[in-house]
């Protein structure tokens, strides 16, 4: 059955091709059959794709070890849902299911654009067929297989990296409308056509970053909800961009131009997409995240110049088409706008530099260096806070008189530091959320009411509360304690009750659990639990750490160790997280909202 | 024209100015890889802060599951370097193939690890042989 996968994909890869140069013919001399023709041949490879996929998805649930891929990534006792979510753990199933989502893409939107996402198509099918195969067979089957990873075994596992790739793959189809709208004789103004491609892409790359960083974030040894690894970069740079194009889209929409920037924001959106996959697939750099060496590193690179050198020839050869509609009137809100997407720019050219930089100066010196996180922070929280400024003040000055708009700074800034707030980083962005929120309230009640605006709101409020979520990690605190049962721990404002181990067997494994009594003054805000399992056969435990999440702070508990009576804790407060997942929930209904219905947009 | 003059020579003077700084930033936050035979072979400042890279013997691992210090050796094949951590050891620390550690070499010869890296986290790849 599996060489019928193998199959599938030669000839959706011959069709593709058949498509591709059949349109093209066509566009020079009409010939309606060989256009016809040249429809079904991108129809047939986008179903035989689907094909490809259903037969893989099919060896992984029915445990077909004939393949290498299945046997890489399940075993006969993984659960059904972790034998689904197998098909995007590995390279050549992760890669087929872009495709598959490209596939889908293509059934839905017309043939003008498959030209594109054919093109896009035949780069992955010909990675699947001659470089790294999904349906790669051994020469003995073997009686099980290796398994998923367990720390892969997550629900992180089945929610986070498809949903990435899905954004990936939207993202192809404003790209696609960009290019065809270059090679048309009349200006088609793709812009609004992407703009729901544009959002659900958005969504879809926004909820995959946070639902990483979520994973991330209770994962011991996995640096917390961000840690600017080059793989965490390479997602936040397309999302960067397209954050960027959103904004650029609005000016556009209302006549201030940005026609040109529009064209270089999708394009570089979506090459920016495979550079992630290049950056994470090539082992090019060093990453906590790092796949396995893979020798799909120069094929990807050359799919990313040979997009890139299209979009540029066709950008300088229609570059007329920029200075149409643009009237360049620049408003205030257009202002803001440009600011914003003029930061997100900056911001993402900063990051691109440090994850390329370890390259380019091994390339260059011969030596191999690592940008810290410090990197990233220092070059960039100054343009964050322009961000957050631009997003925030935006509504008070285009409601208020400058006067009021003055008066209400100084006065958040006054009242908070009154408050207590010290540490100036706080300051600042705690005045720009309190701002931000305060002007979105105005915003709402002056301004007109519509669905769009609604959207917009939610979305830059969910933003806003993920930065005031992000501002509490200045406010960390880290302990390491060694208790003795009956011992009172005193951190910060919270007081922990230990009362000693608790060991207890479950099924094959050995756990030892301690919960600590969480108080805050005189009120009890519950028990926090952790544990380390043993397991047979295996020399080092697994930690399984605790977290009591509350809007004030979250607290991390890790049971590190013990010996006779003395156990050795980590305790971790770590203020105002809850904050961003909170905040990010209200981003995702903005954007549905948004997405509602598009013809408001 | 004038105008547009002004303009180009203040955007190129943001450019080199933001470059400048981008530059500073980056003297003050790159840590160094070294090899474990660079580090061997001595001549590294002590106290410099260093990222090392290497595979890990998996025998050499003295952990203690009632303790938070680990030690290990990692390897490149023909030289040896012992760390030691005493933090909680990352999730399947042991099934670890290629580590990164950071942190100094201490006078004994030994590497105080302050930040652990399992290259094993590889989430979609598995080893060779399938792990």
């Known amino acids: ?601 | 024209m004038k105008t547009q003059n002004k303009l180009i020579m203040i955007s190129c003077a943001g450019m080199l100015l933001c470059t400048t700084l981008l530059f500073y930033v980056l003297q003050t936050t790159t840590t160094y890889y070294y090899t474990i035979d660079e580090v061997m072979a001595g001549g590294i400042k002590r106290q410099q802060e260093m990222r090392v890279k290497g595979h890990l013997d998996p025998t050499s691992i003295a952990f203690d599951p009632m303790g938070p210090t680990l030690t290990f050796t990692l390897t490149d094949g023909a030289n040896q370097l012992t760390a030691i951590y005493d933090r909680p050891a990352p999730e399947h620390f042991m099934h670890a193939d290629e580590v990164i550690i950071e942190g100094i070499l201490l006078p004994a010869g030994y590497f105080e690890v302050r930040k652990l890296m399992l290259q094993c986290a590889s989430r979609y790849e598995s080893q060779e042989g399938g792990t």
């Open chain 1, 1 to 601: 059955m599996t060489w019928l996968g193998t199959v599938s994909l030669w000839i959706s890869f011959l069709s593709a091709l058949y498509a591709i140069l059949g349109a093209a013919y066509c566009h020079r001399a009409k010939n309606d059959w060989l256009l016809q023709s040249a429809k079904m041949a991108s129809l047939g490879s986008a179903l035989l794709v689907l094909l490809a996929s259903g037969i893989l998805w099919h060896a992984l649930l029915s445990g077909n070890f004939w393949l290498s891929y299945v046997v890489d990534y399940t075993q006969r006792d993984l659960a059904w849902y972790y034998k689904l979510t197998a098909f995007w753990a590995g390279q050549a199933g992760s890669l087929l299911f872009w495709l598959l989502i490209l596939s889908l893409i293509s059934l839905r939107v017309s043939f003008g654009l498959h030209q594109v996402l054919n093109s896009i198509r035949a780069c992955f099918l010909f990675l699947l067929i001659w470089i790294i195969p999904p349906f790669s067979q051994l020469s003995v089957p073997l009686p099980d297989g290796f398994g998923l990873h367990s720390m892969l075994q997550n629900i992180g596992m089945i929610i986070h990296p498809p949903l990435i790739l899905l954004g990936y793959a939207l993202f192809s189809v404003p790209f696609a409308l960009a290019i065809v709208s270059m090679t048309q004789t009349v200006n088609i103004g793709w812009e609004h056509l992407a703009r729901p491609w544009l959002l659900g892409a958005w969504l879809a790359l926004t909820a995959g970053i946070i639902t990483g960083g979520q994973w991330a974030y209770t994962e011991l040894g996995w640096g917390g909800y961000w840690a600017w690894d080059p793989v965490e970069n390479a997602s936040l740079l397309p999302w960067l961009t397209a954050t960027a194009l959103l904004h650029t889209c609005v000016i556009e929409r209302h006549g201030s131009g940005m026609k040109g920037w529009n064209y270089l924001l999708v394009c570089t959106t979506f090459l920016l997409t495979v550079f992630s996959t290049f950056i994470t697939r090539s082992g090019i750099v060093d990453s906590v995240h790092a796949f396995g060496q893979s020798p799909i590193g120069p094929y990807l690179l050359a799919m990313i110049l040979l997009f890139m050198g299209y979009s540029i020839y066709l950008g300088i050869h229609r570059q007329k088409v920029f200075t149409i509609d643009g009237t360049n009137v620049t408003t205030t809100r257009a202002a803001f706008l440009k600011t914003s997407a003029l930061v997100l720019c900056a911001i993402s050219l900063v990051v691109f530099f440090g994850t390329i930089m370890p390259v380019l100066f091994q390339v260059v010196t011969g030596r191999t260096i690592s940008i810290q996180e410090s990197f990233y922070n220092t070059a960039t929280i100054p343009l964050w806070f322009v961000l957050l400024a631009s997003m925030s003040l935006f509504p008070l000055v285009s409601k208020l008189s400058g006067r009021s708009t003055l008066v209400a700074i100084v006065g958040v800034v006054i009242a908070l530091r009154l408050a207590g707030v010290e540490h100036y980083i706080a300051l600042l962005a705690f005045s720009l959320v309190t701002l931000g929120v305060f002007g979105i309230i105005i915003d709402y009640r002056v301004g007109t009411r519509n669905r769009n605006r609604c959207g917009a709101h939610l979305v830059h409020l969910g933003i806003i509360l993920i930065a005031l979520g992000i501002t509490g990690s200045v406010y960390n605190q880290e302990a390491l304690v060694f208790v003795q049962p009956g011992d009172f721990i005193e951190i910060e404002q919270y007081q922990f009750e230990f009362t000693g181990l608790n060991p207890y067997r479950s099924g094959m494994h050995t756990h030892v659990g301690t919960s600590l009594h969480v108080l805050q003054g005189n009120s009890s805000l519950g028990r926090i639990s952790a544990e380390k399992i043993f397991h047979p056969n295996y020399p080092q435990p697994t930690s399984r750490i605790g977290i009591l999440s509350r809007l004030r702070a979250d607290i991390h508990l890790t049971l590190t160790g013990w010996e006779q009576d003395i156990t050795y804790l980590q305790i971790n407060v770590k203020p105002l997280v809850a904050w961003i997942w909170l905040g990010s929930y209200i981003l995702y209904l903005g954007i549905i909202i948004l997405l509602w219905k598009p013809s408001l947009l």
